[in-house]
DNA sequence: TGCAGACCTTGTAGCTACTATAGGGTCAAG
DNA sequence: CTTGACCCTATAGTAGCTACAAGGTCTGCA
């Protein structure tokens, strides 16, 4: 409910009229304005989109590109998290079989790896080795 | 820069000494601590998790089952995730799809599927109706 | 010695899309 | 008339930074 009242603040949907008492009270145009906007949102759009699709669709007479450009993009960019995503698995995989249960810390494989990797050599999850492009930190002392 | 320093103000890395003007004076420790959190948060594991696995490290003789959790979670986080973000690919590219550049929004497929969707029908992206979608965690049958 | 410019310090606000809480007002039923 | 469910506003919190402001410090050069 406070969503609704969020979405009104940022303005994607219209202030409605207010009852004597001051509650709102929503038109039938609010609730598809709602619906369409849980819908994007469902798509995982921002809502910046969202509100640049609602503004797009009050000019129907304006050509589609921006439509196409906008959905286009956010799907590139799912595509991409998505791929991002998947590699991370690997990795996190790799991790993880570094390890079985039933020992100690000072044994673990995992920590092992992570350990090793701070001081920059290579790791089960990352298959090159750190070295060539760390020490950018700046010391003093 | 600013990050290391959220990183102290988070508890993740120990206050490093301080030179006479104040400036702060990090040793080897730190950067190796700083690698870890770095190589960890490159696995996007999120920042708690990291700080469980620096307090798990310091007792090295405990057992490391916690340690094979919380990997073992975080990757499940991540798998599922990643589901979820392909089924939103499907989702985008049948969207996509209902629109050719060149047109005008009036008759932009994609708004219309959005509106439509937005009326409670059934709508290219969410081939089931409206009433029985739930956020992100639904499978096809 | 003076000064420019790069670096450091602290503190604050902004980002996304909500969610939770506090402290109050309104309304309908019993 | 009270109880409890709802609504109102305003504020703060979430994750993990990033950007900015206003000032202090250090270094090299003339």
Known sequence: MQTVRYYEREGLLDTPARSGSGYRMYGPAHVERLNFIRHCRSLDMPLADVKR?????????????????????H????????????????????????????????????????????????????PEPHGARAAGARKRA
């Open 53 to 73: 699709l609602l503004e797009l669709s009050r000019d129907r007479g304006v050509s589609c590109d921006d439509v196409n450009d906008l959905v286009q993009g």
């Open 75 to 126: 799907l590139e960019r799912v595509r991409a998290k998505r791929a991002a995503l998947q590699a991370l698995e690997t990795q996190l995989g790799a991790l993880r079989a570094q390890c079985d249960a039933g020992h100690r810390v000072a044994d673990c494989g995992i920590l092992e790896e992570l350990i090793h990797a701070a001081q920059g050599e290579a790791c089960a999850c990352h």
